[in-house]
T-cell receptor
């Protein structure tokens, strides 16, 4: 089954304790990205990656790091989490073939709810 | 910065009533997509519009992309309880690979 898998699904942690949220896709997609969802603000892009070793900042990259060493994996790293990073996080991947219908569809993971105390 | 606003933020309708959500971007979008997120779930793709002025229909759902490619709308005819969820518009800004999502419209349908 084609899917994007995130782990953990739920996490409660404390300020300053480094954590990593993993994301893996089995669709051989080149484009992957991370979003955070907060009430009233919709989904905001944190980082995206066009391919292996190619990453770029989205709209809210502060406090986050990413890496893309393999095509299928795109982990999100919080080096020193703070309470304002409490949020629902989604990873997504996308087939990248330009403007063809259906080719730019984002497939989302189930989400990771993070609470930083 | 770039923003995509959706109105209304919330909408409660009686089952069978129509519903419309509007999406307005501060910048031109290469294309626009609509996603639906059920309560407790993740966003799921509904449709993509590419051409200015484009209109597409999916059963009771009608999607429109504005002529200037900066606004879009989603209209649901005769809502059903299965339409409950949050609807997001989204798209890459022209010339970039950054995705901008709208703020979302949460729809509740009362039986």
């Amino acid at each position: 089954e084609a899917q994007v898998t995130q782990n953990p699904r739920y996490l409660i942690t404390v300020t300053g304790k480094k954590l990593t949220v993993t994301c893996s896709q089995n669709m051989n997609h080149e484009y992957m990205s991370w979003y955070r969802q907060d009430p009233g603000l919709g989904l905001r892009q944190i980082y995206y990656s066009m391919n292996v070793e190619v990453t770029d900042k989205g709209d809210v990259p502060e406090g986050y790091k990413v890496s893309r060493k393999e095509k299928r994996n795109f982990p999100l790293i919080l080096e020193s989490p703070s309470p304002n990073q409490t949020s629902l996080y989604f990873c997504a991947s996308r087939e990248d073939r330009g403007g063809r219908y259906g080719a730019n569809v984002l497939t989302f993971g189930a989400g990771s709810r993070l609470t930083v105390l | 910065g770039q923003q995509v606003m959706q109105i209304p933020q919330y909408q409660h309708v009686q089952e069978g009533e129509d519903f419309t959500t509007y999406c307005n971007s501060s910048t031109t979008l290469s294309n626009i997509q609509w996603y639906k997120q059920r309560p407790g779930g993740h966003p799921v793709f509904l449709i993509q519009l590419v051409k200015s002025g484009e209109v597409k229909k999916q059963k009771r759902l009608t999607f429109q992309f504005g002529e200037a490619k900066k606004n879009s709308s989603l209209h649901i005819t005769a809502t059903q309880t299965t339409d409950v969820g949050t609807y997001f518009c989204a798209g890459p800004t022209s010339g970039t690979y950054k995705y901008i999502f709208g703020t979302g419209t949460r729809l509740k349908v009362l039986a």
